[in-house]
Structure formats: C-alpha cells, structure tokens
C-alpha cells in the first residue's frame, strides 16, 4: 500500500446537503493524508467526464461507494432515463470491474451517512464490510481500512504445547449417573404438574415451571441426550401416593436417572467393580383437591402403554405446554406408601429406613 492511497469517491447528486457531506469526506480524508479524488475538485476535465472516472476508477487504490437510494436506482436502471448519468456510468464500470475480477473485490467500498441507507447497498456489494459514517469510531475503522490497517495484530504463531497424557480409568469405585442439571433445576424452579388424557392419542405430563426458559433448556438437552423418545428408559420418573392418611389426595413425583439402566449401560461397556452408583434426584409434593386428572391419565396410560413428557409454563394466567419439546416414554412407576421397602429408590422420599 502506498504511504497516500488514491480514493476515488462514487455517489450520486441527491440534495446540495448530500454533495456537501460527500466533499467534507473527501476533505477529511485529504487532510488525513488519503489522495482522494472527487468530482467537486474539477471543472471539465479534459477529456470528458466518462473517460476521467474510467480513469479513476483504474487507478485508485480505492473506491468508495456511497449508497443511497437515489444511487442504488439509478445503479439499478429504476432511476428515469437521462437523469443521474454520471452515477449510472460509474456504477457500470464498477459491475464491469468486479466481473472481469472473477466477482473477488478488494477495491470498492460501500459507505453510508446513516444506517437507514444500509437497505440500498447493492447485492454486489452486500458481501463486502460497510461503514455506517455517523460517528468518529466509524470514520476511523474506514480510515485504517484505506490505510491496510487490520483491526487487531495476529500475533505469531507459538509452539505445540504439550498435554499431559490421560491415563484411562479401567477400575472405578464410584459412577455418577445424573440426568439433572442442578443449577438450570433450581433456576427454573418446578412448581407443579399437568396430566391431559385424550380418547385416541397418549397422554400427557407437563412439568409446570415457573421459569419457563429454564424449564424449556431442561428439555431441550434431555432431547439431546434421549431423543424425542426415551427408548432405554434412562429418564425415572414416578408417582408416589402419601396415604398413611386413607382420604389424602397428596402425592410425590420423583425425577432421576434409571439406576438399573445404568447398570445395565455400564456391563454393555465392560465397566465393572463400581462401588457406588450416584445419582441426583428432583422431588416435589402434590396437594391436589382430589385426584380426577391424575386418575384419567393413569386410565388413558394403561390404554396407550405411552405418555409424552413435556414442559409447561404459565402465560396470562393460562397453562402453555410446549409440545416441540416433548419426550415419549413407556414407563412411569406408581407406588404407594405402605408398598414402599426400605431398600427401595422412592423410600427416600419417605424417609423409610426400615
């Protein structure tokens, strides 16, 4: 790049006010040492107007674009015929320039005064940075761009560095099995639960969350993770009656990962010896009035043999499910309290110990 680049500047006469920004520019840039030609610098340039940008744009270094719709018109043929004649020529050569370039442009710039203007950047030119000149910053990011001034200075590239080798853990003592996220669980705070029973289709389980967006991301890894359906069962969940009392309504729902999956997953996988089996767990107690929606869905489960698992959120006071999200599953466990054994999954919920 030489020490002053030569810029030429392509516009189009819109109002005295526009022509005006367009010569402070090219004043600016002159005084901060960019050889920027312009036609306002000319009277009648020897030999004809045509031939005098042709040769400016050939020899710039650059050339800067301002977009306007009077521009973009005139560029696109929409402007009236015999108006705007300088700009319609410029803008041919320029197409003309990037085309016998095979479309690679390092030399036109696209610019505007205002960021209402970025609409009228030709496609031809979409591809390539514009500046939006309505602030300092910006009017020196152009600068140094004129001037082959990256934004920041790759450093050189440094030696390999060595990584210690990973030694393979053939024989552990402890496996954590954890399908719960705890920190997205307690942002996303579980406050209740929907059953929906239909004639000819699965049922429903929505887990109401009062932070919907973290309930949804909930989801959306198990999605990740099981898939749309959870054909391994690795997702536990059950239902656990609380009648000690013979008219209590009051139930438990238990989320965790299948232990006896896991079990399974790690024989698949030669894993042996494993002391302790750890999971996390998410339980929360149900005090409905009565028990008419949980006893539909425990009929429509028994006839389907499958229920969709999904969350749900509150908007204007109405219950939303979120049916993209949704899990299919097979399984769900009910238990009552005096079935429970100690050495049961659900007896923590009960604190049963004996």
Known sequence: MPEHPKIFISYSHDSPEHCENVLNLSNKLRN?????A??????????????????????????????????????SGKAPQMSGQGAKWESTLIYQHIFSNDSINHKFIPVVFSSNDVQYIPLILQGTTHYILDNDHAYLNLYKRLLNIPPAQKPPLGKIKPLPEKVAQTDPKIFIANIIDVKTWDKALWSGMVFGAYPD????????????????????????????????????????????NISSTNYYVHISSNLDIMNEILKINNI???DNLITISRIHKMTPKDSRNLDMFKAAFEKHKAFKLLPAGKEMGDIKLYNDLAIIKHKIVFNKYEDLKSNDFDAIIFKKTH
């Open 272 to 274: 042996e010896n494993v």
């Open 201 to 244: 289709k699965m049922p429903i389980i929505g887990i109401l969350f009062d932070n919907i967006k973290a309930g949804k991301h909930i989801f959306e890894s198990w999605q990740a993770f099981l898939g749309k359906e959870d054909t391994a069962d690795e997702l536990y969940i059950s239902i656990n009656h609380e009648n000690k």
């Open 38 to 75: 312009l036609d306002q610098y000319e009277f009648s340039p020897p030999e004809g107007w045509p031939k005098w940008c042709e040769r400016h744009i050939i020899e710039s270094d650059f050339v800067i674009i301002i977009n306007t719709e009077t521009y973009y018109n005139r560029l």
């Open 32 to 36: 901060d040492g960019i050889d920027c």
